[in-house]
């Protein structure tokens, strides 16, 4: 009677040995941490809107081109500055949000008119991708001097000109309203 006792401790033992490292093999955990934090410069609330109109242009002059090609022309500025105000220029950037681009680095229209028809977004003559690379140094912006805080302004003014979106070159385009509107972020590496 003492050996199929012990014995049966023993088998129940191994039972439970392997059930407890089967355990451990199934499951893990991971932990996550960072620190969120501002970034040493801000857009200044009276400064962080701006427009660019493009003037009417007919729909014969994107009809020639390929998807992602511009007109090469017609390029317009914004009607002002968006300004920055940072209290260190220190690894500040800013960048465009590609969400609003299509593959072919065109901003896709959300207006009411051509799916066709979008727009190039450029920085003093320097075309602005989807690829989320592209970002401006405040050393590219211009300097517009201190604020009452003691903070330095910079200006940022973008330009942009029409593009074909969609379509083979001798495709036709449709006609109507376009419009998109582009989210600009501050970083600070």
């Known amino acids: 009677m003492k050996r199929s006792i012990i014995a049966a401790a023993v088998v129940t033992g191994l039972f439970m040995s392997s059930g407890a ?4 093999v199934e499951e893990g955990t991971l932990t996550i941490t960072g620190m969120v934090s501002g970034t040493a410069c801000k857009f200044l609330d009276t400064a962080n809107t701006a427009t660019i109109t493009l003037d009417d242009i007919p729909a014969t002059v994107l009809t020639p081109l390929a998807a992602g090609q511009d007109t090469g022309y017609g390029e317009n500025e914004a009607d002002k500055n968006l300004i920055l105000e940072c209290n260190s220029s220190d690894n500040v950037k800013i960048k465009v ?5 299509d593959y072919n680095s065109v901003i896709e229209n959300k207006g009411t008119g051509p799916a066709e028809v979008g727009f190039k977004l450029f920085h003093k003559n320097v075309l602005i991708t989807k690829d989320g690379q592209d970002e401006f140094k405040l050393s590219d912006l211009e300097r517009l001097g201190l604020s009452t805080e003691g903070n330095t302004q910079y200006g940022l003014r973008l330009s942009a000109r029409y593009a074909k979106a969609l379509g083979a070159a001798g495709a036709p385009v449709g006609t109507g309203e376009v419009k998109a509107n582009i989210k600009l972020i501050v970083v600070q590496d």
């Open 97 to 101: 949000d590609g969400s609003a681009f």
């Open 21 to 24: 490292f089967a355990a451990g």
